[in-house]
């Protein structure tokens, strides 16, 4: 992409999965020209002024308002001309055809070909690809949990509403295997930042990520990643308890780059920032 519209990505982000799932928000100039296809799925979504698209593949034509809440999807190998007419703010989400192959897999009723779209409004596709732009703040290994899980949603919905496939999943009859709970807390407790991101934790529960992401807030009530959040958030109440150890000591213990964002997700958690949870617990 960067060859074809001529400019480097604003951001971008490698997402920790076997697919080699990629992140990248671009700015780019307008734009008339054939884009070959490409070896993933590209998915995107709209950040910047609403602007008229063109899209022309062989005999067919599409076209549509690249605004925000709507999203544009191209399969893999699919070569078209465009025509943008104005300066584009876009986030693009590369999947590979193999990542989708195994969640059309575990979807219900026949495999059906991806469908191609253009400028489409779809709220909760486009807010799944902004979530996964930004960041929390977090720790390394939660922004790395994080997106996984973003990175397989977008994958679930898009199979579901570019492929015909009728949202007919039936909910988990029930959550994880008391011994697969056990094991799946134990790494998730662990100070291994391997053991805890969501691959690993699903292959060693012998499941797809999607099933065992909805098992385990089927057994907890919580994602995994939320369910690390507060555990983080539970050690740091415990550290503040200890008057020898100051706040910045417990946020870079507890694998936060800065204080400012311990003390953000800290606030949001429990309403108070690490000081003054800290002075009313010592009342």
């Known amino acids: 992409m960067q060859r074809v519209l001529r400019t480097a990505?604003?951001?971008?982000?490698?997402?920790?999965?076997?697919?080699?799932?990629?992140?990248a928000r671009w700015k780019h100039d307008p734009f008339h020209e054939v884009v070959q296809g490409?070896?993933?799925?590209?998915?995107?979504?709209?950040?910047?002024?609403m602007q008229r698209l063109e899209r022309r593949s062989g005999t067919e034509y599409s076209a549509g308002m690249g605004r925000r809440g709507s999203i544009t999807f191209i399969p893999a190998g699919s070569s078209s001309r465009w025509d943008i007419y104005g300066p584009m703010d876009i986030v693009q989400l590369y999947l590979s055809p193999e990542?989708?192959?195994?969640?059309?897999?575990?979807?219900?009723?026949?495999?059906?070909?991806?469908i191609e779209s253009t400028a489409q409004p779809d709220n909760v596709m486009a807010t799944l690809l902004e979530m996964t732009l930004k960041s929390s703040g977090d720790p390394a290994y939660l922004e790395a949990l994080y997106r996984q899980q973003l990175a397989s949603l977008i994958a679930i919905h898009l199979v579901k509403t570019h492929?015909?496939?009728?949202?007919?999943?039936?909910?988990?009859?029930?959550?994880?295997?008391?011994?697969?709970?056990?094991?799946?807390?134990?790494?998730?407790?662990?100070?291994?930042e391997e053991d805890f991101s969501l691959?690993?934790?699903?292959?060693?529960?012998?499941?797809?990520r999607f099933h065992f992401c909805r098992a385990f807030k089927k057994s907890t009530g919580l994602?995994?990643?939320?369910?690390?959040?507060?555990?983080?958030?539970e050690q740091a109440m415990v550290m503040l308890h200890d008057p020898v150890l100051q706040i910045t000591d417990i946020a870079g213990m507890l694998?936060?780059?800065?204080?400012?964002?311990?003390?953000?997700?800290?606030?949001r958690h429990t309403g108070s920032t690490p000081g003054e949870w800290r002075r009313a617990a010592a009342l």
């Open 199 to 208: 691959g690993a934790l699903a292959e060693a529960a012998n499941l797809s």
């Open 9 to 23: 990505p604003v951001e971008s982000f490698h997402i920790d999965d076997p697919f080699d799932t990629r992140l």
């Open 163 to 192: 492929s015909g496939i009728a949202e007919t999943a039936k909910k988990a009859a029930g959550g994880l295997a008391p011994a697969i709970l056990r094991m799946s807390l134990e790494r998730l407790s662990s100070e291994n």
């Open 255 to 267: 694998g936060y780059a800065t204080l400012t964002a311990f003390c953000v997700a800290f606030k």
């Open 223 to 233: 994602t995994p990643h939320e369910w690390l959040r507060q555990r983080r958030m």
């Open 99 to 114: 990542l989708l192959d195994r969640v059309a897999r575990e979807c219900p009723g026949p495999a059906k070909p991806l």
């Open 38 to 49: 490409m070896s993933d799925h590209v998915i995107m979504t709209y950040l910047g002024t």
